[in-house]
Structure formats: structure tokens, C-alpha cells
């Protein structure tokens, strides 16, 4: 059974660099077709696709998003990807989702989740 769960520090200031980590079991980073990626949902808004990472290493950005703040990463020794975002400000405040699809998961109703993880940041 594939499973995914984030993990965070839950809580940081503005301006600091926030790192996530997304926690892969029950298959491998690098099986195809897999696409690991990103999302958020802040509150009072739509939810947001990040990016994601592919099983070759690929990457895709959404520019909307984060902009050049985000930067996607896989450790396949630990079988973790995991998200870095710069320059964090308070409307980075979110719960923080990964999951996994056979291409970009940019709805609920796709692929599979991790539970997610709130990250607050205070100003």
C-alpha cells in the first residue's frame, strides 16, 4: 500500500527559507510513471499546485505559485522528496500537501495524498 506523509516544522518566521519533506512508502521514488508533487491550500483560497518531480528527475514549476521561491528536490536513498520555499512571508501560511500521480495532480480528486501539514508563518 503506497502511502505519503509530510512532514515540517509547523512553524516559521518571515523571510526564513521553510523545508518539507514528503515521506515515501510502499514504492519507489524512482518507479515510472510516477509524478511526486506539491500543493497548498491557504486559507480562504483555492488550492494551489506547486510543482512536482518526476520519477527520471524531472521538474515542472507552476510560476503562479511560488515563483522562483520553490525549489523541488528527491533524495531517493531515503525515498523522500521534498520542497524548499525562500523568503516566506505570512500569505505562505497553508496547509501543505504532497501527492503522487501518473502526471500533475492538480485537483483533490487526482492521485494519492499525503494528510498534509499546516505551516504557520508569523511576521
Known amino acids: 500500500q503506497v502511502q505519503l506523509q509530510e512532514s515540517g516544522p509547523g512553524l516559521v518566521k518571515s523571510s526564513q527559507t521553510l523545508s518539507l519533506t514528503c515521506s515515501v512508502s510502499?514504492?519507489?521514488?524512482?518507479?515510472?510513471?510516477?509524478?511526486w508533487n506539491w500543493l497548498r491550500q491557504r486559507p480562504g483560497k483555492a488550492l494551489e499546485w506547486i510543482g512536482a518531480i518526476t520519477w527520471r528527475g524531472g521538474l515542472y514549476y507552476n510560476p503562479g505559485a511560488l515563483g522562483s521561491r520553490a525549489f523541488i528536490t528527491a533524495d531517493t536513498s531515503k525515498n523522500q522528496f521534498a520542497l524548499q520555499m525562500s523568503f516566506v512571508t505570512p500569505e505562505d501560511t497553508a496547509v501543505y500537501y504532497c501527492?503522487?500521480?501518473?502526471?500533475?495532480?492538480?485537483?483533490?480528486?487526482?492521485?494519492?495524498w499525503g494528510q498534509g501539514t499546516q505551516v504557520t508563518v508569523s511576521s
Open positions: 510502499g514504492t519507489s521514488l524512482t518507479a515510472a510513471p510516477n509524478y
Open positions: 501527492a503522487r500521480g501518473q502526471g500533475l495532480v492538480k485537483e483533490r480528486a487526482a492521485g494519492l
